[in-house]
């Protein structure tokens, strides 16, 4: 099943182009890797997918139909509770690990304590992130090593229950270790979340993902299930990416 | 949850900002129309250019001249004083000074800014005023002088700050090459940070004259505002203290009262002027 | 010979002027601090100004409390416009051009010399809305005066919170009133409170904009916003000016700088903690 649906999608920044019609559609409950050189607009097509676009300076024009209907009709508050993103680089709030993971779902009116606990300690254990942090969940998330800030803010993204969760390199910043363990959990949450995750790691995508997107400046190349891209790609252009040609 | 708190909120900050600019616009407007009125009844160039300010008299005698000329020595005075120490003192905190003592230091300056213009002006009355009547043996200490040299205690430390800052950043980039080449501390600041540091100084100069001419309290208590050519050891007049002691006295909408409210435009014009020169200054040496 | 020559005098620049400030700072607070010592007593704080002419003997009771009333006023009034201007500019504002419309008036009156904001309170709240000389009218002068001063720092604090943390917390769905709140300023509001309380030096050391709008010679302590005030600048200022008492002037400009630097010292310690708390 579709979950998104993207139509003929255009982004800009200010004057400048940088996704040229992009024609796609996101399966439910499904992984989808996004691949493509720096530079290409991977983190584009994230933000474009959250409406935090906007935001950062820039705006869409085309179609995306989000759950059988228009997705910027959505007010956009529904929207990113309901897509939730992980950026690049690690955005910790400078609270402690508790309150950083009680931020939204106080804002969406939980109250319970209880409840928040155990939404605190569910999330953490899906992100692989409690049995190093249980012993102090009041301490400051910036005193977090880089990794541990990366799984908090998955965490974190996870706390407000959203539909689709939107990664964007999340394992650039993390050892080997710590890499297999996001892996582990994204193949779990793939169960009961749409996952749509960028990524530089080309045997990432292929060990993770059930569809692969090649993106080349702009222009959606290829996209397909993730065995037929890396056995039999269609498109000269991804077969010399996939070979290490753009690097 | 939060939506109609949100909405109430944002409704709030926007309405308040509102005020905020309207009043701030029409604090200026308001000043810029009391004094505008004044011109209607003299001429501009008249009013900056004549010598005579008397208002018991006709609205001829309203000029000031020599008020312009008071204010803009004794501001000149304080910063031909303040430079030389204030540059000295920041580059020796930027180049010798390091860690807490510099935070001591800096504080202690910061007392100075925050000691109030009155307090100043009273220790100004006591010690200056008096020094130069009893060891000097001028007949009377009240002096362009005396006001010069309060205002420049008064702006050394904005001077410090401003060079200060720039100073120990450009220090920061240039401290590991030089010291690597093997030249003295000393050598590096003279040659490298003082000259590199040469806009920040401009600006802090431009920065103290706003202050000194801005100034009132303390200048009022020292100079014995007379409305007359100023000499250093004669007294005069600032624009600020002729405003502060006249306006009891002016009626309001009365020619004397438009008068002061019109020095008061002339001297937030200079200060423009003052802004705008260095503007261009720093556009230029940029340019170099 | 001229290079060792040019740096010795160099070096002696330097000292020499480290030396003048130093001497200076030492010399001003001496100054007041022995002088002042030796007529204060707890009389003195306490009590009203007394004898002839007025304030030759007695306290300054009423001047200190004017002048944290005049304070808290000028505070208040200006801290909350400001804060909403810099949420505006910093949050809520789309257009650039509208944001460097408000930096410029606001640039504007931070140029406005305290004397002529006097002049404008004179003019406008005394006497033509009839508020007379106030406490009100002098506590509204003193904020116009010290507006500008809390906006830009504020704003300042403001623009620089880290604006991925503030994309991250819009990506949850979160409101930005809410963020605001509990994100961002918890984070400045060590930076805030010193802006204000810095300020507060500020207004509580003015006597310029006071003189024509609301403080007197003698007045007990201020009933109400209408009441005319005592303030510890013009106390000071009519204490030397007239002639009326070398040791109650002394005393009163203690009072004074005592009070400042309390305020001051507040604002350093917030600043100081919130460097320790931040990174
Ligand atoms: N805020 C912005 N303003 C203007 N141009 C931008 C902005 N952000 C990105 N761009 C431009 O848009 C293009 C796509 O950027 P994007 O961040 O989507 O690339 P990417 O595929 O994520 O690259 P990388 O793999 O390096 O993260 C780039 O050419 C970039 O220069
Ligand atoms: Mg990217």
Redesign the pocket.
């Known amino acids: 099943m579709n979950i998104l649906e993207l139509i003929s999608l255009k982004a800009y920044?200010?004057n400048?182009q940088?996704l040229h019609g992009i024609d796609m559609v996101i399966r439910k409950n499904a992984i989808t890797a996004v691949i493509?050189?720096?530079?290409?607009?991977?983190?584009?097509?994230?933000?474009t997918l959250n409406r935090m676009l906007e935001e950062?300076?820039?705006r869409a024009e085309g179609e995306i139909i989000f759950d059988g209907k228009d997705f910027f009709a959505y007010p956009k508050e529904e929207v990113r509770k309901r897509i939730g993103i992980v950026f690049?680089k690690p955005t910790p709030f400078p609270l402690s690990i508790y309150r950083n993971l009680t931020y939204a779902p106080i804002y969406y009116g939980v109250r319970d304590k209880k409840r928040l606990k155990q939404i605190v300690e569910s999330k953490l254990k899906v992100a692989g992130l409690y049995e190093e942090v249980q012993s102090d969940l009041h301490q400051s998330a910036l005193q977090l090593s880089g990794g541990q800030q990366q799984r908090l803010c998955i965490a974190r993204a996870l706390t407000v229950e959203p539909e689709i969760l939107l990664l964007?390199?999340p394992c650039s910043a993390l050892d080997i270790k710590n890499t297999a363990n996001i892996e582990q959990m994204l193949l779990r949450l793939a169960r009961d979340y749409t996952i749509v995750i960028?990524t530089?790691n080309l045997a990432q995508a292929k060990r993770i993902s059930d569809y692969t997107a090649f993106?080349l400046d702009?222009e959606l190349v290829e996209y397909d299930e993730t065995a037929k891209i890396f056995s039999r790609p269609e498109d000269q252009r991804t077969r010399e990416y996939i070979e290490g040609i753009y690097g | 949850m939060y939506r109609v708190f949100d909405r109430v909120f944002t409704q709030l900050v926007k309405i308040l900002t509102i005020c905020s600019l309207l009043t701030l616009v029409f604090v200026i407007i308001f000043i810029f129309k009391e004094s505008v009125v004044f011109f209607k009844a003299v001429p501009v160039l008249r009013f900056i250019s004549g010598r005579s300010w008397n208002p018991l008299l006709a609205a001829d005698n309203l000029s000031i001249l020599n008020i312009i000329l008071g204010t803009l020595y004794v501001s000149l005075v304080a910063i031909v004083l303040a430079l030389p120490i204030g540059v000295g003192s920041a580059l020796l905190l930027a180049g010798y000074v390091k860690g807490q003592l510099r935070v001591v230091i800096r504080g202690i300056i910061d007392v100075l800014a925050g000691i109030p213009s009155v307090v100043y002006g009273f220790i100004g009355l006591l010690v200056l005023v008096k020094f130069f009547e009893t060891t000097l043996g001028l007949s009377s200490g009240e002096s362009v002088l005396a006001g010069g040299i309060l205002l420049a205690v008064m702006v050394l430390p904005y001077i410090i700050s401003t060079c200060h800052e720039s100073m120990e950043k450009i220090y920061r980039e240039h401290a590991p090459s030089s010291q690597a080449l093997g030249v003295s501390r000393s050598y590096l600041l003279r040659k490298i940070i003082l000259p590199e540091s040469r806009r920040s100084i401009l600006a802090a100069t431009v920065l103290a004259l706003g202050r000194a001419m801005g100034e009132t309290m303390a200048v009022m208590m020292v100079i014995g505002n007379a409305p007359i050519p100023p000499r250093l050891f004669g007294k005069c007049q600032t624009i600020p203290s002729l405003i502060a002691l006249e306006m009891g006295m002016a009626e309001v909408g009365s020619l004397h009262y438009h008068a002061l409210f019109a020095s008061g435009l002339v001297l937030m014009l200079m200060l423009l002027v003052i802004n705008l020169i260095l503007y261009f200054l720093k556009k230029n040496i940029l340019l170099q | 010979m001229k290079k060792v020559r040019d740096n010795f005098l160099f070096r002696m620049w330097l000292m020499l002027s480290a030396l003048i400030v130093l001497a200076l700072v030492g010399f001003i607070i001496g100054y007041i601090v022995l002088n002042g010592m030796k007529s204060i007593s707890l009389d003195f704080l306490l009590s009203h100004p007394k004898g002839i002419p007025l304030g030759a003997e007695g306290g300054i009771l009423p001047a200190i409390v004017g002048s944290l009333l005049l304070t808290l006023i000028a505070c208040a009034s200006a801290s909350v416009l400001a804060l909403a201007t810099a949420v505006y500019v910093s949050f809520y504002c789309q257009s650039r051009q509208l944001e460097t419309v408000v930096h410029v008036i606001v640039q504007c009156m931070a140029g406005v010399p305290s004397i002529v904001v006097g002049l404008f309170g004179y003019t406008f709240l005394v006497a033509k809305l009839n508020l007379g000389r106030s406490l009100l009218s002098a506590g509204l002068t003193l904020g116009v005066m010290i507006f500008p001063f809390i906006e830009v720092r504020a704003e300042k604090s403001l623009r620089e919170f880290n604006r991925a943390i503030l994309q991250s917390s819009y990506a949850l769905g979160v409101s930005k009133v809410y963020t605001l709140l509990k994100l961002v300023l918890p984070q400045c509001k060590a930076d805030i409170v010193a802006a204000v309380t810095l300020a507060g030096g500020f207004a509580m050391g003015a006597a310029a904009p006071i003189i024509l709008t609301g403080a007197v010679i003698f007045a007990p302590i201020p009933r109400s916003l209408s009441s005319p005030v005592m303030a510890l600048p013009f106390h000071l200022y009519i204490l030397t000016g007239e002639g009326i008492s070398l040791e109650k002037a002394y005393a009163t400009a203690l009072v004074l700088m005592v009070l400042i630097f309390a305020i001051n010292i507040v604002s350093i310690a917030l600043t100081f903690r919130r460097k320790e708390v931040g990174r």
């Open positions: 920044y200010g400048k940088v493509g050189p720096s530079g290409c607009g991977k983190s584009t097509l994230l933000l950062c300076g820039g690049q964007d390199e960028v530089h993106l702009g």
